[in-house]
DNA sequence: TACTGTCATAGTGTATACCAAATCTGCTCA
DNA sequence: TGAGCAGATTTGGTATACACTATGACAGTA
C-alpha cells in the first residue's frame, strides 16, 4: 500500500517505530482482507506471529480501533471491524463532502506537474481495466482521488479524508471487483480531470460528488447482492 | 466538560479503562490551559502525578496525540500542540465544512425537543453574557454547535465534528474572553435556531458557515494581537 | 564571541513477568 | 434445546530492566 517505513522531520528521516510498523502490516491485512471482516484479534498469538511482544503490538491494535478498522471494547478481544450498509453510507457522505470540498479548492490551484500526474493515472487505469490485474486497477483509483485532495493543500482536510478513507477501503476494493461498473466510473474521473483543468471550481466539486454518489449506489448494490446471495453478508459486531 | 466516566454497549455500563480516564484527564488539562501550549510532558513524571503505570500513560498520550492535541515525535518527548494561525485557519475550514453540513441534515430532522434544547442554551447564553462568568458562556456556545451537528443523526459526521473541535477548543475559548464580539455571535446564533426551526437547509447551512466565517475573523484578530503585543503568541513546534 | 564536537544524563521504545478481573468455552443438567 | 456453571483464556494494568536516542552542558577551537 503506502511504502511506509521512514518519516520526514524538519529534513532528518526517522525511522518508525516497531508500533508503527506492526500497524502498517495489520491495516494491510485488514484492507486487503488477510484478515476478515469480524475476525477475532488475539494480542498474544499476533504478536508472536510477528515475533514482538505485546507492547507494541497492544499500541498498534489502539492505532488501527482509533482508525476505526478493528473495533476494540475493553476486556474483550478486538475484532476487525464488519460495518453494516448504514455505517457505510453515512461514512461515505462525509467523504463525499471532504473530497469535494477538496477537488475544489484543488481546482484553484492545482499545479501543472499535479495534473499531470492525474493524467497519467487515468491512462494507467484504461489499460489496467483490460489489460492488468484488479488490485492494479483499486490502486491507481485511490490515489487518484488521493491526489486530488492533496491538491487542495489543507493538511487537516488531507489527514480527514485519508482517515475517511481508510475505513472506506475495504469495501472500496470489494466494489471495483466489479468491472460491469468500470467505464462509468473512468468517464466520470475524466470529467473530473476536466473541470480541473479548466479551473472550475463549481464543476470539480459537483463532478466529485456525483461520482462518489455512483460510488454509493454500487456499494449499495453489492452489499445488497452478497446479504440475500450466500448470507455471507458483513457479520454483526459493532463498528467500535 | 464531558462527564465520561462510563460507556454503553448493547445496555450494559462498563467503566472506561484506565488509559481513557488518563486521556480525559489530560485533554482537560490541556484544553483549559494548565497544560500550556508547547509545554513538554514527561511519561514517568505524568504517571506518578497521577498515579498509574507507564502504559496507560503512553495510551493516553497516543490518543491525545492523534486528536492532534499533543505532538508526538518517536523518541521525542511528548508536547502540547501550539498551532500557527494558519493551522487553525485550516482546520477550521474543515470544522466549518462538517459543521455547516451537519446543520443542513439536521434542519431536515431535527426533533421538537432538540430544537426546544437549542432555545434553552441560546437564553441561558444571554444571561451568562451578561451575568456569569466567562467558562460557562464558553462551555454553552460548544454545547450549542454540538447539539446543531448531533441533531444530524450522522454517527461519522459527529465524530469528525468533534475531534476537529477539540483542536479547535482552546483557540476557541480564548475566542469567547474577548466579549465584544458576543452580542454579534449571539445574533446569528438565533438566526441559525430560527433557520433549523423553520427546517430550511438552505439557510441553516449558510447562516452556520456565516457564523464561523466570523469566528475565523476573531480568532484571526486575536492571534494578531497577542503577537504584536507583547510576543506572547504560541510557541514554534509542529502540531503532529 | 561564535562555532563545533564530546559526553553524561534523561527519556522513550521495547521486552518480560506477573496478577486481577473479565470474558469465553465447553460441559452438565434440566 | 437451553440455562447455568466452572475452569481455561485473555485482556488491563503494574513493575522492572535495558538499549538506543535526544538533549543540554561543557570544553576546545577558531
Redesign the pocket.
Known amino acids: 500500500m503506502m511504502p511506509n517505513r521512514t518519516e520526514y522531520e524538519d529534513g532528518r528521516i ?1 525511522p518508525l ?3 508503527a510498523q506492526v500497524a502498517d502490516r495489520l491495516r494491510n491485512w485488514v484492507l486487503l482482507g488477510d484478515l476478515a471482516p469480524g475476525e477475532v ?4 498469538v499476533l504478536s508472536e506471529k510477528l515475533g ?5 503490538m ?2 498498534a491494535l489502539q492505532m488501527l480501533g482509533r482508525e476505526g478498522l478493528i473495533a ?1 471494547t ?5 475484532r476487525v471491524a464488519s460495518p453494516g450498509l448504514s455505517d457505510i453510507l453515512e461514512l461515505l457522505e462525509v467523504h463525499r463532502l471532504v473530497e469535494a470540498h477538496g477537488a475544489r479548492l484543488a481546482a484553484k490551484q492545482i499545479s501543472q506537474a499535479a495534473l499531470t500526474d492525474l493524467q497519467r493515472l487515468l491512462d494507467e487505469m484504461e489499460l489496467s481495466g483490460t489489460r492488468r490485474g484488479e488490485l492494479e486497477f483499486f490502486e491507481l483509483d485511490m490515489a487518484f482521488h488521493r491526489q486530488i485532495v492533496e491538491a487542495s493543500g489543507n493538511a487537516t482536510l488531507i489527514e480527514t479524508h485519508s482517515h475517511l478513507n481508510a475505513r472506506l477501503y475495504r469495501t472500496r476494493f470489494l466494489s471495483t471487483q466489479t468491472i460491469s461498473g468500470r467505464p462509468l466510473m473512468q468517464a466520470q474521473h475524466t470529467q473530473i480531470l476536466e473541470a480541473l483543468r479548466a479551473r472550475d471550481a463549481d464543476r470539480a466539486q459537483a463532478r466529485v460528488e456525483e461520482h462518489l454518489h455512483q460510488l454509493g449506489r454500487n456499494i449499495t448494490a453489492i452489499f445488497n447482492e452478497s446479504k440475500q446471495g450466500k448470507g455471507t453478508g458483513p457479520q454483526p459486531g459493532k463498528t467500535s
Chains 1, 2 share one sequence.
Not at 52 to 56: E, G, K, N
Open positions: 526517522i517505530t516497531l508500533s484479534l488475539v494480542e498474544r514482538v511482544s505485546r507492547t507494541p497492544r499500541e476494540i475493553p476486556n474483550r478481544r478486538p
